[in-house]
């Protein structure tokens, strides 16, 4: 199975889980079909689709399983839901980038991961749920914001700005709850570096349809 990402090609074989996963390990991995974080993470009736990062060869554990989605935790204590087909059976050797599909990490050029590979992107590590406004409540609206940030070198974000909104003060109670989390810093070459990053905030409302 060919694996790729931004031009780094991977070959490994995949092991499909099958039956009752629960406490079986392995090892993450990430293909262009199966992209991770696309699963609901909350149960609430916000959804910030942002998971924390699950790294290229973590050791992960099955605890439940969901349809294709399985439900794992990592060695340090963060619970996911990722696709069936992402795990693999043995440890392999990747390249270093993170495979959080949100945050969405503005990386280098490709030329500039082949040719460095001491950088690490910034790495989810608190995050504050965006409340609903009372006008999007009220008139049902659903949807995604856009929004771009930059994390400085302590993890902390500024500069939040709406690319995408949906209006109805959605907008700014997604930038608010933004504002609020905290990353530890992108390194490279060893040494904390700002990076401006991309998250999405979904807001979806449960059992309120008109």
Known sequence: MRILQCGLPVMLSVLMWAGD???KTGYVHCSQSDKL???????????ARMAPSVDCGEKVTVVGRTGPWLQ???????????PV????????????????ALPVVDPPSCDALRSNTNYRPPRLVSHAEPEYSAEA????????????LTVGTDGVPHDVKVEK???????EKARQAVEN???????????????????????????QKP
């Open 21 to 23: 996963d629960t406490g």
């Open 37 to 47: 974080g696309r699963a609901p993470m909350f149960p609430s009736s916000c959804v």
């Open 72 to 82: 794992i935790v990592t060695a340090h204590g963060l619970r996911r839901s990722i």
């Open 85 to 100: 087909s992402a795990i693999s059976q043995d440890k392999v050797d990747f390249v270093a980038f993170d495979l959080s």
């Open 137 to 148: 409540r009220r008139e049902h609206i659903e949807g995604t914001v856009l929004l771009s």
């Open 165 to 171: 909104g949906l209006g109805y003060g959605l907008d």
């Open 181 to 207: 989390w905290r990353f530890e810093p992108a390194q490279r070459d060893g040494k904390p570096a700002e990076t401006t990053v991309r998250v999405d905030v979904s807001f979806h409302l449960y059992g």
